[in-house]
């Protein structure tokens, strides 16, 4: 693991309101580039889920886990309304990570 990565559990979006994935990671700076450029195949990347809307950092992977399995039991209203809560103009919260736009 890189010394600055980011252990994190993650929103991906397509567009406001649209097409959410959550997911964890160990690295959220590859991850997220990663989602962008559609390397790795998947529901995301099937969806075009490119922008990340929200996320927050964890001490340990077990912990990530734990709370990205907890999420994704969430219902969607209640994770919209957690997007909304940090991000009510659903940013792209990477926007400046990589000079670049998806």
Not at 27 to 55: I, N
Not at 83 to 102: F, K, T
Request: glycine content about 6%; proline content about 3%; charged content about 25%.
């Amino acid at each position: 693991m890189r010394e600055d990565a980011v252990i994190a559990v993650y929103i991906m979006a397509n567009f406001r309101n649209g097409t959410i994935y959550t997911g964890v990671t160990s690295d959220l700076l590859q991850r997220v580039w990663q989602h962008r450029t559609g390397v790795t195949p998947g529901f995301a990347s099937e969806h075009g889920c490119k922008t990340m809307v929200w996320y927050e950092q964890h001490g340990n992977m077990i912990e990530a886990i734990v709370r990205e399995k907890a999420l994704k039991k969430w219902r969607r209203s209640w994770k919209l309304a957690r997007i909304e809560a940090a991000n009510p103009q659903w940013l792209d919260l990477a926007a400046d990570w990589y000079g670049v736009s998806p």
